[in-house]
């Protein structure tokens, strides 16, 4: 049996680094990535707070259900990003857009 490093199984299965289906591959795992950190972001901003799901679906106007998948990094929209993080009263954010700079989202 040989043993393949992380590489060489994207490389094999995926596609090399370049090719079309290695870029989608790549950009969806970071999109995936940047999801759960928002969620985990919004999670310890409540959890600071003292809040619950609840309390802080409440304050956004959804279920709890919603935020449970907002936290998990399930289903977020930039919409309902914008709505948990004033709920919970953060007074600005921005967006790092890499060699274009950063971006006020509000």
């Known amino acids: 049996m040989k043993t393949m490093t992380q590489e060489e199984m994207l490389d094999k299965y995926v596609g090399k680094v370049g090719t079309a289906e290695r870029d989608e591959f790549d950009a969806e795992v970071m999109a995936e990535a940047q999801e759960y950190f928002i969620g985990e972001a919004i999670r310890e901003a409540r959890k600071k707070q003292g809040l619950t799901q609840e309390q802080l679906g409440k304050r956004m106007g959804v279920q709890r259900a919603q935020v449970s998948k907002l936290e998990n990094g399930h289903g977020i929209a930039y919409s309902t990003i914008l709505r948990a993080f ?8 921005s967006l790092d857009l890499g060699s274009f700079g950063r971006v006020a989202l509000w």
């Not at 004033?86 to 954010?93: C, Q």
């Open 86 to 93: 004033k709920a919970l009263g953060v007074p600005s954010a």
